[in-house]
């Protein structure tokens, strides 16, 4: 009911204000009732000033004593006032008219909302919300906790409060739907939907506001615990719908059992687990959905092969997605030696192919010819046509958009048909480095099976990393120097925090020169975003045939990079990069048997958790350990990466906050499924997803 109305049966929304609505993402009365506040202010009770302390919100009221303008450069307007206790507090105002300067008159009551400071003659409030009255009177107080709500330009706090009122009233006519079934409400004791948003709404006095202000309301546990129970069914169900497509069956066949015996190499047990969930899965008439998790350096690009050449054995196309062109050529490389001697075509396409030459692959694409196609996200644009795919794999997922994976993913199915069974989908195979926490994992990635690769290949020994003050740039630039001419290979990389391509090519060719004046019998190499596909294929080469003994660049190398000679990493201005993106870089070494060390320059001073940042990476080199210090330290948002966290917004509920709420959720969400009616499991889409429909449409 609730759900279905439009905002326009509100008194005071017409047509004209949707747009403000629609803004934040409200557009039924049930929309609105979701949009929670942020926080509360409490103008139920009134306190004495010798209560208040500095940073508190209070409402405060006493009579006038004095006002007067200060002399200073800028004017301010101070108000003092004294309690019924004796004790005095002072009003000021930076902005104000002449006209309103004048209301204040000596003798007359103020009554104050505001947030406590210390001022030079004791506490202050700074530009409080404010009433005056005779002193004679007093106005009544509020019964119930204010409501502060997010807002947008043109739709600000008094008007959505007076809404609310309205939907407030709407609710107790026509409660909504339970979500959660309620002998489980009861044994949490938590309580029912409706009677958990009028709290919210309408806090009553004796209600706890400091257990509100922590979301630790049991009115706000329960719909953070609705919201991720219904993400996790949102998940659970498109995995479920994906499970019921067709996708070919791909039997192993004897080139697997070749190109393993090529290899230099044995695959760790680890590998050969992951590579059988694999295999297995390839096997079966409908889709794979796999995740394969694995530290850097643990060996997977072998895997996403092994992937390959099975789905091309049997004759269909694969696609392999890398983030950026120097991985996907390095990909290029590797797939080259593996598998062309086996009779295998491999194929490449990029953004900077010249126009012949891509029409040329783009029709061997369509062809079939082209078997096994490597690529960046020039591989989903939408002229890109494929014969028969019947694998794709993404690598270094995290570095995508939920929305990429689902556009690659969509190449290989046709749009309407709704008989699903017979609808065939291509298998997918997501690679990351990332060690993404497991309640994390299990939200960004829940509609996926998950393999870890939690092994590295024997003889690698853990990089030692050192933390230095940018003070001693010199001497590690000429400790480097000493090692290279040792035979040991390096890298200097050089962040910088703007996002420009430009500025960061400049850092890194500064770097690159003074090595080069001062020292010229180093072979110094220098990459970064803005040379040419050619040029950048051709400094790597030669760092790779060990031409080059320093390769300074940008972060382009951060994923994937893979030259197992090279043992020497420095990185500047480390304490502006994430932990997870110093974990990427720092694993371009220690791929070898030979022993590896990183130096993590910064520049001072420090803060606290700069410093406690830069000590996780010289104590550990256990990706899951550096995933797991950095939630705490900045939240998920710095794991998944900002565009990953598009897709996994919530009205209420917080990764970081209620990460221990997740698993539960999740338990919840089976459990719902396995009797709830197609309508129940609309009612709490519509509810919580409303029209970011991303999950059902995916
Ligand atoms: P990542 O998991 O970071 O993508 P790569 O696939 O690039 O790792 O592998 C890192 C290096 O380890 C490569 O040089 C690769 O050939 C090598 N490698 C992979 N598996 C093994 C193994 N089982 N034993 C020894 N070396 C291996
Ligand atoms: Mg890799």
Redesign the pocket.
């Known amino acids: 009911m609730l759900a279905e109305q439009t905002l326009t049966t509100l008194k005071g929304v017409g047509e004209k204000q949707l747009e403000k609505f629609h803004r934040l993402g409200l557009h039924t009365v049930q929309d609105l009732l979701f949009h929670l506040p942020l926080r509360y202010q409490d103008k139920t009770k009134l306190t004495p000033f010798s209560n208040l302390f500095v940073g508190q919100e209070a409402l405060v009221e006493g009579e006038i004593i004095s006002h007067h303008l200060t002399q200073s450069r800028n004017t301010s307007l101070l108000v003092k006032i004294i309690d019924t206790e004796g004790k005095i507090l002072t009003c000021r105002f930076f902005h104000f008219h002449y006209r309103q300067a004048q209301q204040f008159k000596r003798g007359q009551m103020l009554r104050a909302y505001g947030e406590v400071r210390s001022g030079p003659t004791g506490l202050e409030m700074v530009h409080p919300t404010y009433q005056l009255f005779a002193a004679d009177t007093t106005p009544e107080l509020e019964n119930t906790l204010t409501p502060i709500y997010p807002t947008t330009e043109g739709l600000g706090q008094p008007s959505l409060l007076k809404l609310m009122k309205q939907a407030v009233v709407l609710l107790k006519q026509y409660p909504l739907e339970e979500g959660i079934p309620p002998d489980l409400l009861k044994s949490m004791q938590l309580p029912g939907i409706n009677q958990a948003l009028l709290t919210l709404h309408q806090p009553q006095p004796d209600d706890d506001l400091f257990q509100i202000k922590q979301f630790e309301h049991p009115a706000q546990k329960r719909l953070i615990l609705e919201e991720l129970m219904t993400s996790q069914m949102s998940l659970l169900l498109m995995r479920q719908t994906e499970k019921k497509y067709a996708a070919p069956v791909f039997t192993l066949g004897t080139k697997s059992r070749s190109l393993l015996d090529n290899l230099p190499?044995?695959?760790?047990q680890a590998?050969q687990r992951v590579l059988k969930e694999i295999q297995q899965d390839l096997a079966q008439p409908h889709p794979m959905q796999r995740l394969v998790q694995?530290?850097?350096?643990?060996?997977?690009?072998?895997i996403a092969a092994l992937a390959a050449l099975q789905a091309a054995e049997a004759g269909y196309q694969v696609a392999i997605m890398a983030p950026t062109e120097i991985l996907a050529e390095q990909h290029r490389n590797h797939f080259i030696e593996w598998l062309i001697p086996l009779g295998i075509n491999v194929a490449w396409l990029n953004g900077r192919m010249k126009a012949a030459e891509k029409r040329l692959m783009l029709s061997k694409m369509t062809s079939g010819e082209a078997q096994v196609i490597i690529g960046t996200h020039a591989l989903f644009q939408e002229s890109v046509e494929f014969n028969q795919l019947g694998l794709v794999i993404i690598?270094e997922q995290h570095r995508f958009g939920v929305h990429q994976r689902l556009a690659l993913h969509a190449k290989g199915k046709s749009e309407t048909d709704d008989s699903l069974a017979t609808e065939s989908h291509p298998h997918q195979l997501i690679?990351t480095?990332t060690p993404i926490p497991r309640t994390l994992a299990m939200t960004a990635y829940g509609d996926l099976d998950l393999s870890v690769?939690d092994e590295l290949?024997?003889g690698r020994k853990p990089i030692e990393t050192a933390v230095l003050s940018n003070a001693k740039r010199l001497e590690v630039m000429e400790h480097l120097v000493a090692q290279c001419t040792q035979g040991v290979q390096a890298y200097w990389v050089c962040p910088l925090i703007e996002e420009s391509e430009l500025l960061h090519a400049q850092a890194a060719e500064v770097t690159a020169q003074q090595f080069k004046d001062n020292w010229p019998d180093l072979r110094v190499g220098l990459i970064h975003g803005r040379l040419k596909g050619e040029e950048k294929a051709a400094v790597m080469n030669a760092f790779q045939q060990h031409e080059l003994d320093l390769l300074v660049a940008t972060t382009v190398i951060e994923v994937?990079v893979?030259v197992?000679n090279s043992s020497l990493m420095i990185i500047e201005n480390a304490e502006r990069l994430g932990l997870a993106q110093l974990h990427q870089l720092r694993?371009r070494v220690g791929?070898g048997s030979k022993q590896s060390h990183c130096v993590l320059l910064y520049q001072p001073p420090l803060s606290e958790t700069g410093k406690a940042r830069l000590n996780i990476m010289r104590e550990t080199n256990d990706g899951f350990r550096i995933a797991e210090e950095d939630l705490k330290l900045r939240g998920p948002g710095e794991i998944l990466g900002t565009r990953q966290t598009g897709g996994i917004q919530f009205r209420i509920a917080d990764l970081k906050r209620d990460q221990d709420w997740i698993a539960t959720a999740k338990h919840l969400a089976e459990n719902f499924l396995q009797s709830a009616t197609k309508d129940q499991i609309e009612t709490l889409q519509m509810r919580w997803h409303g029209y970011r429909l991303e999950y059902q449409r995916a």
Do not use: Y
Request: zero cysteines.
């Open positions: 190499f044995e695959l760790t590998q694995g530290d850097v350096g643990s060996g997977k690009t072998v690598d690679m480095a690769i290949p024997p994937g893979n197992p694993g791929r």
